[in-house]
């Protein structure tokens, strides 16, 4: 973190405040690296894709996956409003320290899903654990001020009980270090430590751990909340009547910028693997600043025939001494140190280490948008961009991978804690209130007709409600009964090409559909339309799509005109 955020230090070696320089190369690396993966993975308005898996004869899965594309992109851009920037956040730590992590929980507090970056540092995971789900207990710090936990208390999420302040968020030298922040000191408004502890624990003694989180306050040691972590449809049971298994809701998702050799959860980042060339580049360039601080303010000794008052001498500028040594003495009375001029040979062995840095990084001449020269195709160009994108289309690939992870966890969510009629509202749509009308009206006729004594056949509430739900689909609003019926079946990935990194490539193979379309192929003419305005990154692409019909000629309408004036008069 300090060689990426150009920590300034002091240096005592070979002088006080001798030259302490750190060159960019992690910086560059993990810049570049941010700046081609977010755009990438969160692109347009609609950044999630959904294909319903299995036999869909009346075309109703595709139906629902539009539906649900559309609301969880709704989901990710506008309603959970942390999402994004937080996603900006994980793309940036990531390369620089090779771990991070995303929590997708719903929060009863906001009511609402919430998908927020996790900084790696605050996330205890045993560091040998096969996996992020799988490990058996997961524990993260968190930071509650006074009245944020008298809020919780008051609204029952922890136990009423007296805490006392907190004593500190995190050791003093480490925040001084990377920021050069001190800690204020502990008062009555300072920060409470909690511990939200992902476990397994035996509360109903049956021999069989579930899943449970607890809360507990780090200073006090006390519990302030235990709360399940799984819900009736994630139990199995055998056939004697026990638990025989509890899929555990994940809310952590784990980043892996280079898998680790010796973890499978915390992987490489540049950090680690640009750090020792980062650290030999920096004493290169300070040991030829301090080689040439000593080139340009020469110091030597002076011979006892040097006849000047004591003390310090130095020159300023244009200024000139007067002594009682002649010239020839002068000559032989001063001896200036051997200092040479800084070393070639440093400066050659600074550009290796740098040229070898970047190759690793790929972060090299045409990578980093600089012209290749005048003569070179175009062909040659992409060619050569593309072999330079492969480590980063690696890479690419795997938050990719990670990122269908957290966008499933969000499916399940929705699935669990949904509200309907939240979301009417939520998405406000011109129907929202008949809708809602003619359910309270069923709902109304019913509770009437059991009062006078009658009887309502289910089949006939059952058919006025499946009449209102498919208005209520026509509509192209969202239900919970999406995502219910088709948790299963459901494949949620991001709507970015993992084998796309640039805004280049996508334009080339833009433009490779349009050549095909011109030659003949049979392609939809609309989606390669679409495809290509995607590419160009255009604006509000379903209005440019919407072409109005062709207005006729007048000529040609007069002259049709005519001849059917001459057909009738014939006619006569």
Known sequence: IKLATQVKEDKSF??????NVKY??????ALQFASRAYPALVQGNNPVKVDLIGFDPNGKKAE???????????????QMEEWEEDMDKTMTVLPIIGTSFKKTYFCPQRQRNVSEFVNPRDLVINYYAKSVETANRKTQILTYYPNEIVELQRTGFFKDCELHQGQGLEEQGLAYETTGVTEPPTDDHSAHEVLECHCLLDLDEDGYMEPYIVHIHKDMEKVLRIYPRFSERDVQMNDDGEIAKITPIEHYTGYQFIPNPESDIYGLGFGTLLGPLNETANTLINQLLDAGTLSNTQGGFLGRNFKIKGGVNSFKPGEWKITNSTGDDLRKSIFPLPVREPSGTLFQLLGTIIDAGQSLSGTKDIMMGESPGQNQPATTTMAVLEQGLKVFTSIHKRVYRSMKKELKKLFKLNALYMQDEEYYRILDYEPTRDIMKAKAEIKNMVQQAQQQGQQVPPELIQQAEQELISKFQNTGMIYRNDYLENYEDASVVPAGDPNVVTQAQKLVKAEALLQAMASGMPLNREEVTYRFLEAQEQANIPALMDVPPPQPDPEIMLKQQEFQWRQQYETQ
Not at 14 to 19: E, L, Q, R, V, Y
Not at 64 to 78: E, F, G, N, P, V
Request: hydrophobic share 45%; net charge positive.
């Open 64 to 78: 629902a996956a539009t539906r649900i594309s559309k609301h969880l992109s709704y989901q990710l851009l506008h």
């Open 24 to 29: 960019p190369l992690v910086t560059t690396a």
């Open 14 to 19: 070979p002088w006080p405040n001798a030259a």
